[in-house]
């Protein structure tokens, strides 16, 4: 029974009807995911992962889990929620491949104050798009929906990605030498990181999303900044699987070079990085000089045009650079590993093209 007029969770702000309905609308996206070992469907408690069905014969696991920043603030802003999906998937499974590991599944969590089914399906869309660029099924996931925590059309995303790689090819690896080569895989812009400085440039310039991107005229700011980061693991799966070039891989997300580069390197070693030969895109060089940024702001808050870095042995860098050719990928050779003189893991030689 229940009392006249009494209270409920829908008049409470929650619809519960509302959210699966939506859950209805992304089933195709998500089967479109399916891989060996997922058959990509959602609705139960739990997602299963089938590991001896996707091939691994002694495989350790390798789990990542990320946001998108408040770049999700201009997804929010501009109304133009089919990227950030994307980036969200992005950033877990880049952070997989740079251990050898191969994306198996994704897990994305959707929280706003008050359910729009269409702009979560359009998220959820960008998703399906990223799992399958990177191989991994969309296994399952949760949608919250919390009035008065979010306000107006806010919403956040966090992403959990799982892969695997066999034990013996596990990276970084343990024989980095002075000597390895550095090779640097171009990003598609500022990626997920740094935007809480980019929106205060933004701002401080007065300018509209919808007006045209100062560095990219074609585009607006809006549809330019958010352009998705970019997800290298088919490229380097591939590269890893020609030759056994790859010593260490290092994903270039929040801190730059100088806080991500010494993740993969033993105490002894340093990375000498070419600036020069680093092709900065246009909107770092306008976000430099907009914000009055200095040169060591850039390279610890943004990718600067680099959001993957190689280290391949030295006499086989020219086949990983053969390989991640074939692959798609555009390499650039940035320098080299040698014996650390000094405080920092990361030296830097010449300046960036700002």
Known sequence: MTKKDGLTYAGAGVDIDAGNAMVESIRPLVRATRRPGADAEIGGFGGLFDLKAAGFRDPILVAANDGVGTKVRIAIETGVHDTIGVDLVAMCVNDLVVQGAEPLFFLDYYAAGKLDP??????????????????????????????GHYQGADYDLAGFAVGAVERDRLLPRRDLEAGDRILGLPS?????????????????????????????????LGEALLTPTRIYVKQILFALRQNDGIKALAHITGGGFPD???????????????????????????????????????????????????????????????????????????????ARAGDSQVVYRGALGL
């Open 118 to 147: 269409k702009a979560a399906a359009e998220v959820v869309r960008g998703i399906a798009k990223g799992c399958v660029e990177a191989g991994a099924a969309l296994i399952g996931g949760e949608t919250a929906e919390m009035p």
């Open 260 to 338: 991500n580069l010494p993740r993969v390197l033993p105490t002894d070693l340093a990375c000498v990085i070419d600036l020069p030969a680093i092709p900065v895109p246009p909107v770092f060089r306008w976000l430099a000089a907009s914000g009055g940024a200095s040169e060591a702001e850039m390279l610890r808050t943004f990718n600067c045009g680099v959001g993957m870095v190689v280290i391949a042995a030295r006499s086989k860098a020219a086949d990983v650079v053969r390989a991640l050719t074939e692959a798609g990928e555009a390499p650039i050779e940035l320098g080299e590993i040698a």
């Open 188 to 220: 598609s812009g500022v990626h997920s990181n740094g935007f809480s400085l980019v929106r205060k440039i933004v701002a401080n310039a007065a300018l509209d999303w919808r007006a045209p991107a100062p560095f990219d005229p074609s585009m607006t």
